[in-house]
């Protein structure tokens, strides 16, 4: 069945590391989300993409995190370099515009930064 | 920015009984209001949503109802099952989750007591 698989599911980093986290989207969806949920913050938007296109990346520390697409079924968020506060399970959703408004998600990426 | 607040951040109810969650939300233009279930170590899964045109909707055992003008909407869960228990998310946005962003409350964790 159609389902966003993201990987890894689970990443433990040293401090200063470089993290790349993955994601493909359903097949045929034209927007792909970043999200990141932490205890204290919830679930954050971080970016998203149309048409793999950057659409919105005001919720993503522009200084060490960078969201793109290389292509309509790959969505990479990278970390460089990787801080302990960047603990959190990282979420890619996907969805499709003028259809179901539905946004649907993945299994998430638990991150660790030691 | 939109900011949507959810209260209890915890809720036990017994088996049987009713459980009801409400959310409120500052943006005026906001449209699209889902709620999602995320159990451990998964996902957020869509359970229903309502738009603005919409006071109340339901399916089966879930229903939420919204009103616009005091910009609150809530999720009734009715004869609650074990199955039940899990983190609650309401959320909002101007066109759809699939389409732009969703701002997320910060959940409510449902404990159904056997």
């Known amino acids: 069945d159609a389902r966003v698989t993201q990987t890894p599911r689970h990443k433990v980093t040293e401090m200063g590391q470089e993290v790349t986290m993955r994601c493909q989207p359903i097949l045929g969806h034209n927007t792909v989300f970043w999200y990141r949920q932490t205890m204290m913050q919830g679930l954050e938007l971080l970016a998203y993409f149309r048409n793999r296109a950057p659409l919105d990346d005001s919720g993503m520390p522009k200084d060490r995190f960078s969201a793109e697409m290389p292509d309509a079924t790959l969505a990479t968020l990278k970390i460089q370099p990787s801080e302990p506060r960047d603990s959190a399970v990282y979420f890619c959703?996907?969805?499709?515009?003028?259809?179901?408004?539905?946004?649907?998600f993945g299994q998430g990426t638990r991150l660790t930064v030691v | 920015g939109e900011n949507v607040e959810q209260h209890p951040s915890t809720l036990s109810v017994q088996e049987g009984d009713s459980a009801v969650i409400k959310c409120t939300y500052s943006?005026?233009?906001?449209?699209?209001f889902p709620w999602y279930k995320q159990e451990l170590g998964k996902g957020p899964q869509l359970i229903i949503d309502?738009?603005?045109?919409?006071g109340e909707k339901k399916d089966q055992r879930i229903a939420v109802t919204l009103n616009k003008t005091a910009k609150h909407f809530s999720l009734h869960i009715t004869e609650t099952q074990p199955e039940d228990s899990a983190v609650y998310f309401c959320a909002a946005s101007r066109s759809g989750g699939g389409a732009d962003g969703l701002t997320f409350g910060k959940g409510t964790h449902l404990i159904i007591q056997p």
């Open positions: 309502i738009r603005s045109n919409v």
């Open positions: 959703a996907s969805g499709l515009t003028g259809g179901s408004t539905e946004a649907f």
């Open positions: 943006d005026s233009a906001s449209n699209y």
